[in-house]
């Protein structure tokens, strides 16, 4: 509820991560590009240690916790919830093809390890 839908599409997991990273006083440019593309944007600390409050952004294809791919052409994004004592990760994550708004997904530290975490403002 309250979610913007201005420079990023409705339900997309780009909508998503920029809309859940302003509950938390976090910002990230209006216009990132599409999920793989925010791990290349200019201005933004970008690093392969998980990042509590952080965006994890997935290349094309890669694997989603090995549950499923990123889109191969687009990839993924998602908010980093919270990091367990295990260095598992808690993401929540939104997109056209889930049933619900809104999902969470664990990845384990080995699957977090793989990863790109964009630090936002």
């Known amino acids: 509820?309250?979610?913007l839908a201005t420079s990023y599409e409705y339900k997309q997991c780009t909508?998503?991560?920029w809309n859940r990273a302003k509950d938390f006083?976090?910002?990230f440019g209006m216009y990132m590009g599409n999920g793989a593309d925010w791990q290349h944007q200019a201005g933004y600390t970008v690093?392969?240690?998980?990042?509590?409050?952080?965006?994890?952004?997935?290349?094309?294809?890669q694997t989603v916790g090995g549950q499923w791919n990123a889109d191969p052409v687009?990839?993924?994004v998602a908010f980093v919830e919270g990091i367990h004592s295990d260095g598992s990760v808690l993401i929540s994550q939104s997109g056209t093809g889930f049933s619900a708004v809104y999902t969470f997904e664990v990845l384990t530290k080995a699957q977090a390890s793989q990863l790109h975490y964009v630090i936002g403002k």
């Open 15 to 17: 909508w998503f991560t």
């Open 25 to 27: 006083g976090i910002t």
């Open 47 to 61: 690093t392969t240690t998980p990042t509590l409050h952080s965006a994890v952004s997935f290349s094309g294809g």
């Open 74 to 76: 687009y990839g993924h």
């Open 1 to 3: 509820s309250g979610y």
